[in-house]
């Protein structure tokens, strides 16, 4: 097995996390990943409402007994969501692990450690994971460059990113961005986190809830086919590269840039689940990660968590015959 601070904290066999995904953390993909071994996240936002949440909440107990979380993430918004009625909702269901992103978030924290809940935050910074920590967070997640959705503005890539949060953090963290199998797992290992997150994976497995057409597409994709958009907005978002982001990034960079309002229906969150339905590629704006140049397959959730750790072990253990005595290196 492998035994970490995350393995330990949730009470789960695997340290791999589910993160939360927009119209894809539903109760069944949720529980097939905590059943498997790692923990599985809802998303709070992809309910309509916080009774919304709660029923989720309650169909994803009658599927597993296993730890699972809650994510809720702090969106830019002229109307935001009732974030405290879905945390509300949530703690009163019992839910005991969060998962927090976006600006501002430690009201929230706040209220989830004052109802001993654990809480991972995930942070596209060191200064934002120290500040987080202050906030009084269990674990950071750290989001390399190569993640999916918002990489933040600060384009470091993972490599260096979990190198610097060795350096400076106190907590543990974990890694998020680029990682698709046990390889990544134990590599991150390397760099000093103690779990993985894991969100453009679980996107190509049986139970995820996308259209297989969008699963298929991206099994033949490569690493090349993801782009950035609101870069000039500076809200940077990573989705996969189709004509609808095409012609985002194309207005981007017009001379003067563009507004959102003119690039509102393009990238509008009702075209974009529409794709994940309907099972059109082209239809919106999709998240998706580097990742999916390393996903070659579409497996259950429990293949997929086994093969995880046990190419991790392998790796870990082929990484142990590299240190050698002296006298047999002369040898």
């Known amino acids: 097995m492998l035994v970490t601070a995350l393995t330990k904290l949730l ?3 695997v340290p791999v996390v589910q993160g939360g995904m927009q119209w894809v953390g539903v109760p069944q993909l949720v529980a097939a990943v905590s059943n498997a071994g790692g923990l599985g996240v809802l998303t709070a936002l992809t309910q309509p409402n916080p009774d919304a949440l709660r029923n989720a909440i ?21 109307n935001p969501p009732d974030y405290a009625g879905y945390a509300r909702a949530a703690v009163e269901e019992g839910v005991k692990i969060f998962e927090t992103a976006g600006n501002n978030p430690g009201q929230l924290i706040r209220y989830f450690k004052d109802h001993g809940c654990i809480v991972i935050h995930k942070c596209t910074t060191i200064r934002h994971a120290k500040s987080a920590a202050r906030h009084g967070v269990d674990v950071l997640s750290i989001d390399g460059f190569e993640c999916a959705g918002h990489p933040g503005e600060e384009d470091i890539g993972g490599l260096v990113l979990l190198a ?16 698709a199998d046990g390889r990544g797992l134990a590599a991150v290992f390397a760099l000093g986190a103690c779990g993985a997150n894991m969100g ?19 099994v033949a994709s490569s690493e090349t ?3 950035h958009i609101f870069r000039t907005l500076r809200n940077t978002a990573r989705v996969f590269k189709n004509p609808v982001s095409t012609e985002v990034v194309a207005l981007e960079r017009r001379p003067g840039g563009a507004k959102f309002e003119e690039l509102r229906d393009l990238v509008s969150g009702a075209r974009g ?21 390393l996903i070659k397959d579409c497996p259950t959730c429990d293949e ?7 190419e991790a072990e392998e790796v870990i253990e ?7 005595s002296v006298e047999k290196a002369k040898l």
């Open 273 to 293: 689940r529409k794709v994940y339905e309907l099972g059109d590629p082209d239809y919106g704006i999709w998240s998706a990660g580097v990742s999916v140049g």
């Open 225 to 227: 086919d993801t782009v």
């Open 200 to 218: 453009t994976r679980f996107m190509c497995t049986v139970e995820s809830p996308i259209h297989q057409n969008i699963k298929d597409k991206i």
């Open 318 to 324: 082929g990484l142990g015959k590299l240190r050698v």
């Open 304 to 310: 997929l968590v086994r093969r995880i750790e046990r």
């Open 11 to 13: 009470g789960i066999r």
């Open 164 to 179: 610097r949060a060795a350096q400076e953090l106190q907590i543990p963290y974990i890694a998020s961005g680029g990682i």
């Open 58 to 78: 309650r169909e994803t107990r009658k599927l597993t007994g296993k730890p699972f979380g809650v994510n809720i993430t702090l969106l830019p918004s002229i």
